[in-house]
Nanobody, 116 residues
Framework: QVQLVESGGGLVQPGGSLRLSCAAS????????MGWYRQASGKQREVVAT???????NYAGSVQGRFTISRNSDTNTVSLQMNSLKPEDTAVYYCNAELMDGPYVWGQGAQVTVAS
């Protein structure tokens, strides 16, 4: 099985930046893709950004141009660099791994709060 451990999150001011990291361990060779999702209070969980093993990335329209997803194969870590943060970015952010023949694996979640 695969385990995901998230780090980062916190309180930042509007216009500020924050970086989230997600380290994968276990049977990392069965991971097809990874991504970041978020869930704001009272709303559905939504995809923020994804990255495949081939390096292809996709972003939600609301974060395009402000967020960047990247991966470090040496540490099996996927990061999300968040710039120009807005109050509407406030949510719990979850790391996700898509496996070849098993259920999706989720990180524990990290609270991101954007406020003055």
């Amino acid at each position: 099985q695969v385990q995901l451990v998230e780090s980062g999150g916190g309180l930042v001011q509007p216009g500020g930046s924050l970086r989230l990291s997600c380290a994968a361990s276990g049977n990392i060779f069965i991971i097809n893709a990874m991504g970041w999702y978020r869930q704001a209070s009272g709303k559905q969980r939504e995809v923020v950004a994804t990255i495949t093993n081939g390096g292809n990335t996709n972003y939600a329209g609301s974060v395009q141009g402000r967020f960047t997803i990247s991966r470090n194969s040496d540490t099996n870590t996927v990061s999300l660099q968040m710039n120009s943060l807005k109050p509407e970015d406030t949510a719990v952010y979850y790391c996700n791994a898509e496996l070849m023949d098993g259920p999706y694996v989720w990180g524990q979640g990290a609270q991101v709060t954007v406020a003055s």
